[in-house]
């Protein structure tokens, strides 16, 4: 079975950085990804997407980090990064790393979410 982890949370002041890791863990040289991203989720407020990768086909950003964050992946590793920059108190929230995956051969895509990292950011 395939799990997702993310790492690399923390506290930060504004304006500072901040590199989250997500790595997959298991069985994943049988594994197709569709989909490797980031998700946050702010107290009081839904989860919203951060950035994603959609393997081949494009790289999302919402429109709040864009300029600022920067999503990528180590296809050897089954590891997605987001490299934060600028950071603002807005930012504040749990991070979650999101995976759309199959077995090789399979027909059915798993959604696969994470525990979520903390990321807190001070004026």
């Known amino acids: 079975q395939v799990q997702v982890a993310e790492s690399g949370g923390g506290l930060v002041q504004a304006e500072g950085s901040l590199k989250l890791s997500c790595a997959a863990s298991?069985?994943?040289?049988?594994?197709?990804?569709?989909?490797m991203g980031w998700y946050r989720q702010a107290p009081g407020k839904q989860r919203e997407l951060v950035a994603e990768?959609?393997?081949?086909?494009?790289?999302n950003y919402g429109d709040s980090v864009k300029g600022r964050f920067t999503i990528s992946r180590d296809r050897a590793k089954s590891t997605v990064y987001l490299q934060m920059s600028s950071l603002r108190p807005e930012d504040t929230a749990v991070y979650y790393c999101?995976?759309?995956?199959?077995?090789?051969?399979?027909?059915?895509?798993?959604?696969?979410w994470g525990q979520g990292t903390r990321v807190i950011v001070s004026s």
């Open positions: 990768i959609r393997v081949g086909i494009a790289t």
């Open positions: 999101y995976s759309k995956i199959k077995q090789r051969g399979k027909l059915k895509w798993d959604d696969l």
């Open positions: 298991g069985n994943t040289r049988d594994i197709d990804f569709q989909i």
